[in-house]
């Protein structure tokens, strides 16, 4: 080898080395700008997360629990979704959720990691904890999606138990809106409760989370954005994550998770990105006034984003050791 292709190839190594550690921080490169546009660096050793709503309290604690133990944030982000799921007094996910028209429980869950990996399942009945299924999905299956008989299938191949899902207090709600209702599926602004969850473990990775029993006495068969990667959540260890909530219909349309993530990638800090994903919604939506939509956002410096149509959107977030409900900000001002 001669000198000047020595020079080089020592060039070259050391630039590689360098964007090998840099990964290996977290820290990718690409996302330089990212670090300019917020306070200096990927956060380390501070876990972070945040959920929708305000029963996204106890879920924060109970990924809180494994992340302060450095455990990892995709077990954090799954025993965060499952405490809704199980809650018996939560109508909007999991086991005691609301049936559809027919007065079938039928649910929705997706899942990422950090390095990209993704599972969802969409449609699926008698199964309580449809996150779990999302993430067998991903681990254990070369697909991302299975919905429908087709995925509880999978999910009894994988241990999981059938269950009747509809309890009585549904079944009475689900009886009381027939008689009112002409069997006319739902899209006003207070049939929203979905979990979406993003957490930050101490090693700076970020993982997300995503699970609903839908709209309320949806159409059988109808599936929102929640199981759907990039519109009901999206993770992306360079940039952040985000998770939305309300009218799933409005949120697929515009993409909006994947939305929110790309333009803090671009630069927007996590609040002016859901702000701008909720008015792509109003630009798009014409009856954007009488429906809902929320946002939540992390960037991976641990910095928080909310933003709704109308008024109501809680979430709650979790950083140094402090669990809060907050009060989202939103577009639509009397
Ligand atoms: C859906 N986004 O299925 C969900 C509904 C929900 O909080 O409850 N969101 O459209």
């Not at 449809?130 to 299956?141: C, G, H, L, Y």
């Amino acid at each position: 080898m001669n000198r000047r292709k020595f020079v080089l190839n020592t060039f070259l190594t050391s630039i590689g080395g360098l964007v090998g550690i840099n990964y290996l921080k977290g820290n990718n490169p690409i996302g330089e700008h990212l670090k300019s546009s917020v306070n200096g660096g990927i956060m380390l050793d501070n876990p972070t997360i945040i959920s929708t709503w305000k029963f996204g309290i106890e879920a924060n604690a109970a990924a809180y629990e494994i992340l302060s133990k450095g455990g990892n944030a995709l077990d954090a982000v799954e025993a965060g979704v499952r405490v809704p799921e199980a809650d018996l007094n939560n109508t909007s996910v999991g086991r005691a959720g609301y049936p559809d028209r027919d007065g079938k429980v039928t649910l929705d869950a997706c899942i990422m990691d950090k390095d990209g990996n993704a599972g969802s399942v969409a449609f699926i009945q008698h199964i309580a904890h449809p996150i779990s299924v999302a993430r067998a999905v991903m681990e254990k299956t070369p697909h991302v999606m299975l919905v429908g008989d087709g995925a509880l299938q999978f999910a009894l191949e994988n241990g999981f138990k059938k269950e009747e899902l509809l309890t009585d207090n549904a079944k009475k709600a689900w009886e009381e809106w027939k008689k009112k209702n002409n069997y006319t599926p739902p899209v006003g602004p207070n049939n929203h409760d979905t979990i979406g969850m993003l957490a930050i473990d101490k090693a700076g990775n970020i993982s997300g989370a995503c699970t609903t029993s839908g709209l309320a006495f949806k159409m059988h068969g109808r599936v929102g954005d929640s199981p759907i990667i990039g519109a009901g959540m999206y993770a992306d260890n360079n940039v952040g994550g985000a998770a939305a909530t309300g009218l799933g219909e409005a949120v697929i349309k515009i993409a909006g998770s994947f939305l929110v993530v790309e333009a803090m990638r671009n630069g927007k800090t996590p609040q002016e990105a859901c702000e701008m994903a909720v008015h792509r919604i109003i630009e798009k939506q014409k009856n954007y006034k009488d429906i809902q939509v929320g946002f939540i956002a992390i960037n991976k410096n641990g910095e928080r984003g909310a933003y709704s149509l109308v008024k109501g959107f809680q979430y709650a977030f979790h950083q140094k050791g402090e669990n809060k409900v907050y009060d989202s900000d939103y577009h639509l001002k009397e």
